[in-house]
């Protein structure tokens, strides 16, 4: 039972919260982990209390509840562990390290300890990879983990002292005249005068007093910037698609969802440079006449998201966000809004549903979201990495832009490179870049001798890549050509001790997780594919199984609302194909 206090606390802060948005249900996400902080879970007397805070039925509370993973219907421990155990920290030794933490917690998945002090749950991608193996105990990360520093932290903690930090800043290169990563080595450029004495916030004042929203369309248009969430859309023409209609609200969604297992460059924008994307989400939001900007960021991101925030809080200080920006005219407000460990809320009309305070659902288009979108108003969905874009193509000019990369895929991409190299990190490179060279030069090779077996080089949906077949250059069309997909940067390096049906099983629990069961095929056969994977792993294969899991991969690409599941199908497809005599040793 809450008491009094607590009950007007919890009034203060929905009404806060309902104020963000321009349907109340919207701040459904952000009061439930209110809630959820206070009660340590989230009961069903919690769920009615919100339900009423909100004017909406408990049963709209309870659909989110049950469908977001981060949020808790029974109590977890003290210091709640989520341990990953996607591709990247499975390569290099999740599963014996979660086997080592069950044994001295002495509980398993979804349980707490008998103290109270602990619960575990297996995660997934973290969107941490180049530290692999990585796990995050309440909101904070550790990575790089081995047996000693799991026992150790455990230890640290039930002696009630703070554990030692194990998260190294990822590695990073340096790059001529960078354009994302230009502030990734100045320590503390999230601090606003920091920021700004390197120029933040210069590419704002000049749209905002000498562009009109035409003039900043047709410069991103003719720089040929292109969408780096995955799909690789032209950002100006989205933008273009937009209603003119003066009168009509607008809105900007800036996708910080990144939970494509291998991918994790907006994380590290948001770390090391959050006043760029301010400034381009605000040079966008004029570009198309949003007024308000919601920045979407993943639960899992909790550092990110107090950097990303506290730069928010700066910015409106120095009044460059809120009424009339500047003097300009132009006004703009942005919030972030919380994801709740939902990869489906990545695609963007799941991620607008999410925002709405639904269970993030895909919406059938058309309509695209550029004309029905959040609240059923024009709305605009655009990834971290494809704004941050903005700030350089201004300042510097559409042919400086163009000078790197290619004809069309011109300019820079960070790449997340993970597994088995010698240096993961995250790299800017310009786009055409030799992956190549990307894995032996800037990597260092294959870790502990070993030889290269495949590379999947766009986050952990795209067409595996073997080891003869690395001689290709990272940008959308070279990458199309050899039947695979740029993707989201993410570059999954592995050598040649690893089974390929084994990394299968691994992406196909993924997908079958993350399936949101709104559509038939996605959410049985995504399922279906796993469960054959894990048969025939398990030494339990059968004839045929071959033939029935590409039978499965075919009938579930195309067939769904949105292309979750064909990023479930292609990893099948493609290792099949490439690595045939492997999963035929398995099938007796
Ligand atoms: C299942 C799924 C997950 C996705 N996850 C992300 C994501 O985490 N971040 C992102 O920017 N785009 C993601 N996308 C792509 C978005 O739907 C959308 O294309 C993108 O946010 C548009 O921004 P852009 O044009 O700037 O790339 C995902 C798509 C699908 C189908």
Redo the contacts with the bound molecule.
């Keep these: 039972m809450i008491n009094q206090e607590e009950k007007k606390i919890a009034l203060e802060t929905a009404e806060k919260l309902k104020s963000r948005y321009e349907q109340p249900k919207a701040a459904l996400m952000p009061l439930l982990y209110e809630v959820q902080a206070r009660d340590g879970y989230i009961s069903p007397e919690a769920e009615n209390e919100v339900a009423e805070l909100l004017g909406i039925s408990p049963t709209e509370v309870h659909e989110s509840v049950t469908f977001y993973p981060l949020l808790f219907e029974k109590p977890v421990g003290k210091y709640h562990i989520q341990f990953c155990h996607n591709i990247s920290c499975s390569l290099l030794g999740a599963e014996p390290l979660i086997d080592l933490l069950q044994k001295e917690l002495g509980v398993g998945q979804g349980e707490v300890t008998e103290d109270g002090l602990f619960s575990y749950q297996r995660a997934e991608c973290l969107g941490c990879c180049a530290d692999a193996p990585v796990m995050l105990i309440n909101e904070e990360l550790f990575g790089r983990l081995n047996e000693e520093t799991v026992r150790r932290i455990i230890e640290q903690i039930r002696a009630g002292k703070k554990p030692d930090n194990y998260t190294p800043l990822t590695e990073t290169n340096e790059i001529e005249d960078p354009v994302l990563s230009f502030n990734f080595r100045v320590p503390n450029a999230s601090n606003l005068k920091i920021a700004e004495a390197r120029g933040a916030y210069k590419a704002m004042r000049t749209v905002l007093s000498e562009f009109e929203p035409e003039k900043i369309i047709e410069t991103i248009k003719s720089a040929g910037l292109r969408?780096?969430?995955?799909?690789g859309?032209p950002?100006g023409l989205?933008w273009s698609f937009v209603p003119k209609d003066p009168s009509l609200t607008k809105y900007l969604c800036v996708?910080c969802?990144?939970?494509?297992p291998g991918t994790f460059k907006?994380r590290e924008i948001m770390r090391r440079d959050p006043h760029r994307l301010i400034e381009a989400s605000v040079i966008t939001a004029k570009a198309f006449g949003a007024s308000r900007a919601y920045v979407y960021i993943r639960r899992e991101f909790y550092e990110e998201k107090k950097i990303f925030e506290k730069a928010l809080k700066e910015a409106y200080e120095a009044g460059f966000l809120g009424e009339n920006i500047l003097d300009s005219g132009v006004s703009v407000d942005i919030y972030t809004h919380p994801g709740a460990g939902a990869?489906?809320c990545?695609?963007?009309t799941g991620l607008i549903n999410s925002i709405e305070g639904k269970k993030g659902w895909p919406r059938i288009k058309p309509p695209f979201p550029a004309v029905v979108g959040l609240f059923n108003k024009p709305t605009v969905?655009?990834?971290?990495e494809?704004?941050s874009n903005i700030p350089y193509i201004i300042n510097n000019g559409v042919e400086a832009y163009r000078k790197r990369g290619t004809e069309k895929s011109p300019g820079t991409k960070l790449f997340g490179v993970s597994g088995h190299v010698k240096r993961p990190g995250i790299y800017e490179l310009p786009m055409g870049f030799s992956l190549r060279e990307l894995i032996y030069g800037i990597c260092g090779g294959i870790t502990e001798g070993r030889a290269l077996k495949a590379v999947i080089p766009g986050g952990s949906s795209v067409p595996v890549l073997k080891a003869d077949e690395i001689d290709v250059d990272l940008d959308f069309d070279s990458l199309e050509a050899v039947g695979t997909y740029l993707g989201?940067g993410g570059v999954i390096v592995m050598d040649d001790s690893v089974s390929m049906p084994w990394v299968l099983e691994v992406l196909a629990r993924f997908y079958a997780h993350e399936s949101c069961g709104q559509c038939t095929p996605c959410r049985e056969g995504v399922v279906w594919m796993y469960e054959i994977l894990h048969r025939m792993n398990s030494g339990r294969g059968r004839k045929g199984d071959l033939e029935l899991l590409l039978d499965l991969a075919n009938n579930v690409e195309g067939q769904t609302i949105?292309?979750?599941g064909a990023?479930a199908a292609w990893p099948v497809q493609a290792m099949l194909k490439k690595f045939p005599d492997e999963f035929k040793r398995l099938c007796r």
């Design positions: 969408g780096m969430g995955g799909a859309f950002a989205k996708n969802d990144e939970s494509e907006d990869y489906i990545g695609e963007e969905v655009n990834n971290v494809t704004l989201s949105c292309p979750l990023a």
